[in-house]
């Protein structure tokens, strides 16, 4: 069983780091995280975000990945 475990962590690190470098790479695109949809407030001192669209979006192409990853 440990070698299973150890595996799997591997890989759920590299997919956290190849993760990371893709937010990191498209941080710079103006459209991630601005989609129609996502819920913008701003009133004085207070920030409120909600990436609606963009998390819908995310989990889609995940999924899609994920799914053509496991055949």
Do not use: E, H
Request: charged share 10%.
């Amino acid at each position: 069983m440990a070698p299973q475990l150890g595996k799997a962590l591997i890989l759920m690190g590299l997919v956290l780091v190849v993760m990371g470098a893709a937010v990191w790479a498209l941080g710079s695109v103006p459209m991630i995280g601005r989609l129609p949809g996502d819920i913008y407030m701003r009133r004085g001192n207070l920030t409120i975000y909600f990436p609606i669209t963009t998390a819908i979006v995310v989990s889609v192409i995940l999924s899609l990945l994920l799914a053509l990853l496991r055949r």
